[in-house]
C-alpha cells in the first residue's frame, strides 16, 4: 500500500504564499503524474495542477500564473507554490498520485487533505 502525506497548509492574507509538500511512501516502483485538487466550500473537488513524471503540467485557469507545481523524484514528492493568494482559493487541497506498486498495476491513490484558509 501508499500513503500520501501532506504538510504546509494554513492560514495566510490575501497576497500571501504557502508552499504545499506531499510524500508518497510505501512499496513504490515508479510514480507516474501525481497532483493537487481541492475542494472549497460547499462545491465539488476540482483539479488545481498535475505533473508527469516526465514534467508535463497542467493547471486550473484559475490558478495560472500563480500557483506552480513541481516533484522531487529521488523523494517522491510533490510541492504545489502557491503565490498570490485570494480568498477565493480557501479550501482543502488534496494530493493525488497514479503509483506502479508491487501487484504491477497502476493505482490510484489520495493524501488525506490539508486546509488552506485565506482571509481578505
Known amino acids: 500500500q501508499v500513503q500520501l502525506v501532506e504538510s504546509g497548509g494554513g492560514l495566510v492574507q490575501a497576497g500571501g504564499s504557502l508552499r504545499l509538500s506531499c510524500a508518497a511512501s510505501?512499496?513504490?516502483?515508479?510514480?507516474?503524474?501525481m497532483g493537487w485538487y481541492r475542494q472549497p466550500p460547499g462545491k465539488q473537488r476540482e483539479l488545481v495542477a498535475g505533473i508527469t513524471s516526465g514534467g508535463s503540467i497542467n493547471y486550473a485557469d484559475s490558478v495560472k500564473g500563480r500557483f506552480t507545481i513541481s516533484r522531487d523524484n529521488a523523494k517522491n514528492t510533490v510541492y504545489l507554490q502557491m503565490n498570490s493568494l485570494k480568498p477565493e482559493d480557501t479550501a482543502v487541497y488534496y494530493c493525488?498520485?497514479?503509483?506502479?506498486?508491487?501487484?504491477?498495476?497502476?493505482?490510484?491513490?489520495w493524501g488525506q487533505g490539508t486546509q488552506v484558509t485565506v482571509s481578505s
Open positions: 493525488n498520485a497514479d503509483v506502479l506498486t508491487t501487484g504491477w498495476a497502476t493505482r490510484n491513490y
Open positions: 510505501g512499496i513504490i516502483f515508479s510514480i507516474n503524474a
